[in-house]
């Protein structure tokens, strides 16, 4: 069992590049979720998927769009990638609200 | 505004020791409250979650505690192994799939 796991783990893009963060999981749960995780602050939702063939905007969802291609996948994309945007992105999944999430290993992306 | 304070940013502790993480939070409504550890460089994984019935919950060397009265919860890590070094990261859950994340207490447990 892998879990959860993304690719691709590092990425440089330059300004107004696009890219789509993949995300998979094998745990057969029904929500995923995007996160972005900057320093000194706290990990912020970007957007969730609470079961398949639906997705919801999160705390911080401007700038990015997001694909719930079937149970397994949940795939994150910039379409215009901007220097803010550099982040640590990470996917989890879980069987839903209140329920333990669980987290992948992570993608490291720097905009230039 | 809806937040999650944690305290104290770092803590460096020697091995077999205890401690004790802080998290107030001022969020509402509160549907649960979560720890989670996070190793450097890699994604957090959850220790425990708590709803508002709940006072005290354990897994393992952790223990957390929840005041609801007082929005308060604490993590005790008893007799600290090397491998606790990490960050500790409260979340609290305001409404459904509202998560609030504090900024994480980096622990460093010294041999």
């Known amino acids: 069992n892998a879990g959860v796991t993304q690719t691709p783990k590092f990425q440089v893009l330059k300004t107004g590049q696009s890219m789509t963060l993949q995300c998979a999981q094998d745990m057969n749960h029904n929500s995923m979720y995007w996160y972005r995780q900057d320093p000194g602050m706290g990990l912020r939702l970007i957007y969730y998927s609470a079961s398949e063939g639906t997705t919801d905007k999160g705390e911080v969802p401007n700038g990015y769009n997001v694909s719930r291609l079937n149970k397994r996948e949940f795939s994150l994309r910039l379409e215009s990638a901007a220097p803010s945007q550099t982040s640590v992105y990470f996917c989890a999944t879980g069987q839903g609200t209140v329920y333990e999430q669980y987290f992948g290993p992570g993608t490291r992306l720097t905009v230039t | 505004k809806n937040q999650v304070e944690q305290s104290p940013q770092s803590l460096i502790i020697l091995e077999g020791k205890n401690c004790t993480l802080q998290?107030?939070?001022?969020?509402?409504?509160?549907?649960?409250l979560r720890w989670y550890k996070q190793d450097t460089g890699r994604g957090p994984v959850s220790l425990t979650i708590m709803t508002f019935s709940e006072n005290t919950k354990s897994n393992g060397r952790y223990t957390a505690t929840l005041d609801a009265d007082t929005k308060q919860s604490s993590l005790h890590i008893t007799a600290s192994q090397l491998s606790d070094s990490a960050s500790y990261i409260c979340?609290?859950?305001?409404?459904?799939?509202?998560?609030?994340f504090g900024t994480g207490t980096r622990l460093k447990v010294l041999a």
């Open positions: 998290c107030n939070y001022t969020v509402s409504p509160f549907s649960n």
């Open positions: 979340v609290v859950e305001g409404g459904t799939y509202k998560y609030i």
